[in-house]
């Protein structure tokens, strides 16, 4: 049973420029969100996807937008890179038939780390 | 104030010896709580996921959680080497306003000494 993936491992990016980020969610799983994790914090939500649509959005800029494609999978694209946007990318993914049962568990990606210079 | 709080540690303990780890937080909507583990440069590990009151247990972990006094636990037994990581606490409430997104505790640094 695949678990949740992504690419790239590691990017490297200058500021200024724009980067996209790739998630492909746990075997069955149909709802994505994305976390940033700077070093040190614990991960801040970004947004979630359902259904190809943005359902839910975090305290973060336009800069940040994601899509989501007809097999779940998604991205994450980031515009006009800053310093500060520098960290660990994080996706997880979930059932949604199971939200409102509570059985709904976000399980991780092991991340992409984005460093800006 | 952040809604979940959270002592960084670090948290050093010898091998064998219980742990304890700790969350409070400060919004009562908050009905799904999680604890993560995570190694460093990689992905969060879930370990425990409970709802509302009560405790969980599972192998050498048992997940506390106390809503009245907005605040929970993660008691690790006989605690391991390979236990040594960054535990991260999280809680979601399924209302409208939250949807089922994750809210982080920074995470607690442990280190079992062999």
């Known amino acids: 049973d695949a678990g949740v993936t992504q690419s790239p491992t590691h990017l490297i990016k200058t500021r200024g420029q724009q980067v996209t980020l790739r998630c492909s969610p746990k075997?069955?799983?149909?709802?994505v969100s994305w976390y940033q994790q700077a070093l040190g914090q614990g991960p801040q939500f970004i947004f979630q996807?359902?259904?190809?649509?943005?359902?839910q959005r975090g305290n973060f800029p336009d800069r940040f937008s994601g899509h989501q494609f007809p097999n779940y999978s998604s991205e994450l694209n980031v515009n006009a890179l800053l310093l500060g946007d520098s960290a660990l990318y994080l996706c997880?993914?979930?059932?949604?038939?199971?939200?409102?049962?509570?059985?709904?568990?976000?399980?991780f990606g092991p991340g992409t780390r984005l460093t800006v210079t | 104030q952040k809604e979940v709080e959270q002592d960084p540690g670090p948290l050093s303990v010898p091998e064998g010896a219980i742990v304890s780890l700790n969350c409070t937080y400060s919004?009562?909507?908050?009905?799904?709580f999680m604890w993560y583990r995570q190694y460093s440069r990689k992905g969060p590990e879930l370990l425990m996921y409970?709802?509302?009151?009560g405790n969980k247990e599972d192998g050498r972990f048992t997940a506390q959680v106390d809503k009245s006094s907005k605040y929970i636990s993660l008691f690790i037994r006989d605690s391991q080497p390979s236990d040594s990581a960054t535990y991260l606490c999280?809680?979601?409430?399924?209302?409208?306003?939250?949807?089922?997104?994750?809210?982080f505790g920074a995470g607690t640094i442990l280190r079992v000494k062999s």
């Open positions: 997880a993914s979930s059932l949604d038939g199971l939200r409102l049962a509570g059985g709904d568990e976000q399980y």
């Open positions: 075997s069955g799983h149909d709802t």
């Open positions: 996807y359902y259904e190809e649509e943005e359902r």
């Open positions: 919004n009562s909507a908050f009905q799904y």
């Open positions: 409970t709802y509302s009151s």
């Open positions: 999280a809680m979601s409430a399924q209302v409208l306003e939250y949807g089922n997104k994750l809210v």
